[in-house]
């Protein structure tokens, strides 16, 4: 097991059970290196005590609307036709990059849930960003009487439901991937739609949406400013939607609805979730949307037998900052502190996870359940990248790949290995499953990803 994450905090501040976790690595934060902070020792409800009143029923209703839409996205995506109009992704054991990320067996067994195939939007974006389109799209025809409550969702594709999506309008802010999320779907229903894009989104995403006939704007700003400025645009026009990654619970709810398919998924596996079976979920974390629903799911299904741990980049560490907010001894942080506060500049190749603040919704949803929230230096994630090629033939973005740093940072840092202790969970590990969620990579472009692999082998070969 690799320590070289590990930070400069002391070994432990007792044997076994410990009530207080080890003081918090903030300068190792500041100054940009590998750190894992872990919630504190009160006993972690599993369930969001506190949620603003969504719960398991909401997530029922979520897959209830992904069937109802099943047969239409069978129609609109040829991809999705073998899969009757699914949306979902594989879960993959992964022994060869479990061995070469230095996990040993009797630590569990690593699992990847493989989001960076996931069709259509190539990224966990597909869960959130198509279902609140669908979600939208649902609405106004019920609304517009063209669909009846428990009708054939396939009338949706017909000239009246594509002429009155076309009168509307979906709009989004994003840094690369929501928008290809939404542009695609919304696009392939008939909405005109628009894609304000972060000055770091990368190039061929934005052609990728020109060729389907969404209008991508373009500003000179960080991921914030273009959610604002699409927000305020949206605002103007009352036939225009405007999909709000830092507000939506239509986007949370389509993450956190991977959930109950995930837990089939273990079960078909024989992967038991119990006390004597933790599940570790190591979840790649932008605004905090996607991996909040995913976690704040798997916490209705599991209680406290699951710990999420989300993972951003060392310099784009907006959730972290988030939970450390309003706590003892970080009274100088504001109520939703930006990463550049910490003195940081948010300057990632991780364009997926270059977010300079969390999203309110999503961290308040999440805290009473979230373990711990970790970071990864871009070099890291350009080697996991290649691991993940080389060991599996797995083809995951940098942003994909900040989850596969979830076990050494559990296993070989003095703060990960104080979390196991406070929570009894040493002499369980031989029954854990970790899972890391690659969230993203289906669509990269071959020479993109041929120099993201070159980078990747260049940092795991020795320096001179
Ligand atoms: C958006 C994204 C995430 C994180 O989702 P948030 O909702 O922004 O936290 C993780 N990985 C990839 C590849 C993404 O595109």
Not at 66 to 84: I, K, M, S, T
Not at 188 to 197: E, I, K, N, T
Not at 237 to 246: A, I, S
Not at 281 to 307: K, M, R, S, T, W
Request: hydrophobic content about 45%.
């Amino acid at each position: 097991m690799s320590a070289s994450s590990a930070s400069a905090v002391p070994e432990s501040n007792s044997i076994g059970k410990t009530p207080i976790p080890l003081p918090f690595d903030l300068a190792g934060l500041k100054a940009g290196r590998p750190v894992l902070w872990t919630a504190g020792a009160e006993p972690r409800p599993g369930i969001a005590a506190g949620a603003p009143g969504i719960s398991m029923a909401d997530i029922e209703a979520t897959l209830a609307r992904w069937d109802r839409f099943a047969p239409l996205l069978a129609g609109l995506f040829p991809e999705l036709e073998p899969h009757c109009g699914v949306i979902e992704s594989g879960l993959l054991p992964v022994p060869r990059l479990q061995q070469a990320l230095g996990l040993p067996e009797e630590a569990g067994a690593l699992l990847v849930k493989a989001d960076h195939a996931l069709p259509v939007a190539g990224s966990v974006k597909a869960r959130g960003g198509i279902h609140e389109v669908l979600e939208h799209a649902e609405a106004l025809a019920l609304r517009h009487g063209l669909l009846a409550p428990g009708g054939d969702y396939r009338g949706l594709a017909s000239p009246a439901a594509r002429a009155l999506f076309a009168r509307h309008q979906v709009a989004v802010g994003s840094t690369g991937n929501l928008g290809l999320a939404i542009g695609v779907a919304a696009s392939a229903l008939g909405f005109r739609a628009v894609v304000h894009m972060s000055a770091d989104a990368k190039e061929w995403k934005k052609e990728r949406l020109r060729r389907r006939g969404v209008e991508v704007v373009e500003h000179a700003g960080d991921y914030a400013e273009a959610v604002a400025a699409g927000r305020r645009e949206a605002a103007a026009d009352p036939l225009c939607h405007f999909v709000d990654d830092e507000r939506s619970l239509s986007l949370f709810l389509g993450y956190a609805s991977a959930a109950p398919r995930l837990a089939r998924q273990l079960q078909a596996l024989g992967r038991r979730v119990d006390a004597g079976h933790p599940l570790f979920v190591h979840l790649p974390c932008g605004v905090g949307g996607a991996p909040g629903g995913i976690a704040f799911g798997l916490a209705q299904i599991y209680g406290p037998h699951v710990h999420c741990f989300f993972a951003e980049p060392t310099r784009s560490p907006c959730f972290l900052a988030q939970m450390l907010a309003g706590t003892p001894g970080h009274e100088q942080l504001g109520a939703n502190p930006s990463v550049y506060e910490l003195g940081l500049d948010n300057r990632t190749e991780a364009d997926g996870l270059a977010v300079p603040r969390a999203s309110e919704l999503a961290a308040a949803l999440v805290r009473p359940l979230l373990a711990g929230v970790y970071t990864v230096e871009d070099e890291t994630l350009f080697r996991h990248l290649h691991l993940a090629a080389s060991t599996e033939e797995l083809r995951i973005e940098p942003s994909a790949a900040a989850g596969l740093s979830g076990p050494a940072m559990l296993l070989g840092t003095p703060a990960g290995r104080d979390y196991l202790a406070r929570h009894g969970l040493q002499e369980r590990m031989p029954g854990a499953t970790h899972i890391a969620w690659t969230t993203g990579g289906l669509f990269v472009p071959d020479e993109e990803y041929a120099r993201f692999l070159a980078r990747g082998a260049a940092a795991a070969s020795p320096r001179p």
